[in-house]
T-cell receptor, first 115, second 111 residues
């Protein structure tokens, strides 16, 4: 059973470009959580999704950021018109239907660098 | 506001020593606490958790202590090994169902 898979592991974008981060949850997991980690900081919650539903997006910036978890395929975190301040590690975690975010398993993250 | 914080950003120990990593929290409504280990270039990995109705829980070489009176949490690692070198985060849950992470303590184990 593969763990949570995130790709790419490293992503470099120029200011103004779009970044698309992908997360494939563990097999059998239907809940996905996205977190952002700035250098030497803890993880900050961004969004909680179930298949085809956004459950909690209270941590998402109001502009330029969006997330989806379609019926088929990975969850996508999309950042439009990236700025230098978006440079961070973005982690995805997943949990099964009967488990909450405190029992989620994390992927290895995507490190976004905006130049 | 509510916060989860750590007392020391970096802890250096010798191999074989015991390590103690501390964490303070301020949300008295939190009823579930988790310790994570994050190795360089990797995602957080669950180590051990404790509920607020307990004051101590032991795992393999790790012990978590919870003092609700002073809102303090600690992680003890026995016989620390070089492979324990990582950043350790405490996180609280329950009060808010999404865990809130502290800033982290970097543990450096010298052989």
């Amino acid at each position: 059973n593969a763990g949570v898979m995130q790709n790419p592991r490293h992503l470099v974008r120029r200011r103004g470009q779009e970044a698309r981060l992908r997360c494939s949850p563990m097999k059998g997991h239907s809940h996905v959580y996205w977190y952002r980690q700035l250098p030497e900081e803890g993880l900050k919650f961004m969004v909680y999704l179930q298949k085809e539903n956004i459950i909690d997006e209270s941590g998402m910036p109001k502009e330029r950021f969006s997330a989806e978890f379609p019926k088929e395929g990975p969850s996508i975190l999309r950042i439009q018109q990236v700025v230098r301040g978006d440079s961070a590690a973005y982690f995805c975690a997943s949990s099964p239907r009967d488990r909450g975010p405190t029992e989620a398993f994390f992927g290895q993250g995507t490190r976004l660098t905006v130049v | 506001g509510e916060s989860v914080g750590l007392h020391l950003p970096t802890l250096s120990v010798q191999e074989g020593d015991n390590s103690i990593i501390n964490c303070a929290y301020s949300n008295s409504a939190s009823d579930y606490f988790i310790w994570y280990k994050q190795e360089s270039g990797k995602g957080p990995q669950f180590i051990i958790d404790i509920r607020s109705n307990m004051d101590k829980r032991q795992g393999q070489r790790v012990t978590v202590l919870l003092n609700k009176t002073v809102k303090h949490l600690s992680l003890q690692i026995a016989a620390t090994q070089p492979g324990d070198s990582a950043v350790y985060f405490c996180a609280e849950g329950g009060g808010s169902y999404i865990p809130t992470f502290g800033r982290g303590t970097s543990l450096i184990v010298h052989p």
